[in-house]
């Protein structure tokens, strides 16, 4: 079978935070901190968890889904992430990968500004998209991004 055309997309997802930029920025770098926003969750199994925060560094992180019966049961899904730039407290840029048991689903650039509010940071995430073989897409990609940084409010206010 042909390889089906790659889809491009670019999104824009905007949170405030009633928090100041360094604890905002504290959650992305700090692995303990980020482990229990980003990669723990209710309805996932971690299998990996692995971060280096600087630029040049790598993050990886798998896990999949819980729930006996689901569509989604026994799937593996693998994140492999480079840091392109850091600012503390003002920006993060990176590079990830996505794969799906092992095979590679999307490639994305992600940028991830942190801008200071009167009531707190502004954080602003922009992600540049090719997704590969009708992969879960942009609209899923977005959703899940959506979820996870409500996860970090609520990581941030707790």
Do not use: C
Request: hydrophobic share 35%; aromatic share 12%.
């Amino acid at each position: 079978m042909p390889d089906q055309p790659i889809a491009h997309s670019t999104y824009t997802i905007e949170r405030n935070y009633p928090v100041s930029p360094n604890r905002v920025f504290a959650a992305f770098a700090d692995p303990a901190k980020k482990r229990r926003w980003f990669a723990e969750g209710e309805n996932t199994e971690l299998k990996t968890f692995e971060m280096d925060f600087q630029v040049g560094g790598r993050e990886r992180r798998s896990f999949a889904f819980k729930g006996k019966g689901t569509p989604m049961e026994g799937v593996v899904f693998t994140n492999e992430t480079t840091y392109q730039d850091i600012v503390p407290n003002s920006r993060i840029v990176l590079a990830y990968t996505m794969a799906v048991n092992d095979k590679r689903i999307s490639a994305s650039l992600s940028s991830f500004e942190l801008v200071p509010s009167e009531n707190g940071t502004k954080l602003i995430y922009t992600e540049q998209a090719a997704f590969f073989e009708g992969a879960d897409g942009p609209q899923m990609r977005e959703a899940g991004w959506s979820h996870l940084f409500d996860g970090l409010g609520k990581h941030l206010a707790g």
